[in-house]
C-alpha cells in the first residue's frame, strides 16, 4: 500500500507550481522556480535539479507513452526528453506567461494557454500549428476531450468555451459565473468539470449544451 511517508524536501525557497504522475506511476514530474525535478516514487529518489533558465512559474504535462514532458512557463515552450535527458530549446511564445498545457489523448499535438488569451496548439517538434486562438479573457486551463477532437478552454473572464480541433472553430462563451481555475472531462466526454474562483463546482452537458447549478 501506498504510505505518504515523510516529507520530500525540493525546494527551500520557492513554492512548487506544478506536479504530475507518469503513465506507468512510476515518477512524479515536479515544475517550480527555475528547475525541473523527477522523484522516483517507488525508491523515493530525488533527482537533481534539471535547469529550466528563466522559467519562473513552470507548469508540466507528461505525454501519454510517458517519454516526453512538455514544459512550459515565463513566455516559453520546452520538451523535455526523459529517456535521454534531453532539454529542447526554448520555443517563444511572446511577453505572456502559461497557464496550462496538456497533450491531445495521442501524444501528437500539445495545446497551451496562456495570459494573453490565446490558446495556441504545436506538434512533437515544438513547431506552432496554425495561428493562435483569440479566446478573450486569459486562459487558466486546457483539457482534451478522449476523442482529442474537443478542447476545453476555461479563462478568467469567467467563461468556457469549447475548441473543435478538426474545424478550428472556437464555441461561444458559456458563462460559469466566477473566473474559471480549472476544467477536466468525463472518461465518455460528454460532460465537462469546471472548478471556479467562486469556490463552486459546475457540471457542463456537452450533448444538451447545458450547464447546471454551483455545487
Known sequence: ?????????????????????????????????????????PTRNLGAPIDLGDSSETSVAWNPKGTVLAISGSGALRLFDVPTRNLGAPIALGDSSVWSVAWNPKGTVIA?????????????????????????????????NPEGTVVAIG???????????????????????????????????????????????????VVRRSIGGPI
Open 112 to 144: 497551451i494557454g496562456s495570459s494573453d488569451g490565446a490558446l495556441r496548439l504545436f506538434d512533437v517538434a515544438g513547431r506552432s500549428i496554425g495561428d493562435p486562438i483569440d479566446v478573450g479573457g486569459g486562459v487558466t486551463s486546457v483539457a482534451w
Open 155 to 205: 479563462s478568467n473572464d469567467g467563461a468556457l468555451r469549447l475548441f473543435d480541433v478538426v474545424r478550428r472553430s472556437i464555441g461561444g462563451p458559456i458563462d460559469v459565473g466566477g473566473g474559471v481555475t480549472s476544467v477536466a472531462w468525463s472518461p465518455e466526454g460528454t460532460v465537462v468539470a469546471i472548478g471556479s474562483s467562486d469556490g463552486a463546482l459546475r457540471l457542463f452537458d
Open 1 to 41: 500500500a501506498l504510505r505518504s511517508g515523510t516529507p520530500i524536501p525540493v525546494d527551500d525557497l520557492h513554492k512548487l507550481d506544478s506536479i504530475g504522475w507518469s503513465p506507468e506511476g512510476t515518477v512524479i514530474a515536479i515544475g517550480g522556480f527555475k528547475h525541473l525535478w523527477l522523484f522516483d516514487v
